[in-house]
């Protein structure tokens, strides 16, 4: 098997893990697929005759939504960052970022860390959280008083 293959079966393999296959985003029987997204940009990074000689490390952003949350309502987009190293030749994702309804959250991954990327349904949770902590933080004035809560009068 070749190295390219080696990189993207590791790489397709964590984000099966991590739900971000078509079953894990909701997006079963369409053409969306981040794994072969994945595959095409190194495979087009790989490839592209401008980046052959190349010694510093290439960036490849590859953005997908998928649909989560109660019966995969809900619309979420992802942004994975990656970077490929020609001279190891490596493949690392340094980030992934969040955006569900206007609310954001970044997930930075550092090495082979995979411990630190979230499970696509963690990611929406974590939206979510952050989305009603938002609302509940400006509806209700806390009060500098421990367990003293005054509604905010506008």
Not at 3 to 28: E, N
Not at 62 to 70: D, F, K, M, S, V
Not at 138 to 150: K, L, N
Request: proline share 4%; aromatic share 12%.
């Amino acid at each position: 098997m070749s190295l390219f293959a080696d990189i993207l079966d590791v790489h397709t393999d964590w984000l099966t893990r991590k739900g971000f296959d078509q079953q894990g985003l909701g997006l079963t029987g369409t053409k969306e697929d981040l794994l072969n997204r994945l595959e095409d940009a190194l495979f087009n990074t790989v490839c592209d005759k401008k980046n052959f000689w190349a010694r510093k490390p290439l960036d490849i952003n590859l953005q997908i939504a998928g649909h989560l949350g109660r019966h995969n309502q809900e619309l979420v987009n992802f942004h994975f960052h990656y970077v490929y190293y020609p001279k190891r030749p490596k493949l690392n994702l340094l980030s992934l970022q969040a955006e569900w309804k206007g609310v954001t959250d970044t997930w930075l991954i550092t090495g082979d860390r995979q411990h630190l990327l979230p499970s696509s349904e963690h990611a929406y949770q974590q939206l979510y959280y952050k989305a009603n902590m938002h609302q509940i933080n400006t509806a209700i004035h806390i009060s500098p008083r421990i367990g003293e809560f005054r509604p905010r009068l506008h």
